[in-house]
């Protein structure tokens, strides 16, 4: 079994910051891509930004210069600094690692997300 924990969310006024924080958990034998997905109220989830295990880093255009993502292999967790936050990035958090798990393979795990709300 294989969960994902995230913390760091909450209340800000817009142009503050806030750091999520996601720590992987469980059987995992490798994690490849490492990610954080948002999701707004009467939206679809969307991709905030990935980091693969190659160290590609690919961000959405709306939080490109503002966030940055950033995980640690040894530990298996991940981050994201938000930075000049914005209204439009009010939204559930949700952080997603694409696992390798014995017995299991290749899969794709979501956290339970987080909250992040920013004021105008």
């Known amino acids: 079994q294989v969960q994902l924990v995230e913390s760091g969310g909450g209340l800000v006024q817009a142009g503050g910051s806030l750091r999520l924080s996601c720590v992987a958990s469980g059987s995992i034998f490798s994690i490849n891509a490492m990610g954080w997905y948002r999701q707004a109220p009467g939206k679809q989830r969307e991709l905030v930004a990935t980091f693969t295990s190659g160290g590609i880093i690919t961000y959405a255009r709306s939080v490109k210069g503002r966030f940055t993502i950033s995980r640690d292999n040894a530990k298996n967790t991940e981050s994201l600094q938000m930075n000049s936050l914005k209204p439009e990035d009010t939204a559930v958090y949700y952080c997603?690692?694409?696992?390798?798990?014995?017995?299991?393979?290749?899969?794709?795990?979501w956290g339970q997300g987080t909250q992040v709300t920013v004021s105008s």
């Open positions: 997603n690692a694409d696992c390798e798990v014995p017995g299991i393979g290749d899969y794709d795990y």
